[in-house]
C-alpha cells in the first residue's frame, strides 16, 4: 500500500465530503445537532458571565457572544489568507498541465 501525499489526503476527503453531501436530502437537519449544541454553549457562557439576568437578557446576551465568535473566526480566517497571499511561491509546472481535479491533461494525443 503506497503513502498517500498531503495533497492525495486532501483530495480524497474533498471527493468523499461532496458525495456525502450530494447523499443528503436534508442539510439542516444533518447539521441541526450541531448548531443546537453551539447555541446551547453560547446561552451558557452568557449564564454565567450574569447570573442575575433574565432570560431575555441571557438569550440577547448569547447572540452578542455568537456573533463576536463569527466575527472573530472572520479575522483569524482573512489574516491567514493575507498571510498565504504575502508568501512567495515557488515557481510550479504551468497551470495547464492539470486539469481543475488535479488529473494530467494530455497534448497532442
Known sequence: MSTLTPEQ?????????????ARTPDRQARTAAARDGRW????ERAAELNPDATPEAVEQAAEHLRLADM????????????????EPTEPTEPAATTDRYGGRIRRGA
Open 9 to 21: 489526503r486532501t483530495l480524497r476527503a474533498s471527493l468523499a465530503a461532496h458525495e456525502s453531501w
Open 40 to 43: 446551547k454553549r453560547y446561552v
Open 71 to 86: 466575527k472573530r473566526m472572520a479575522l483569524k480566517s482573512a489574516q491567514a489568507r493575507r498571510k498565504l497571499a504575502d
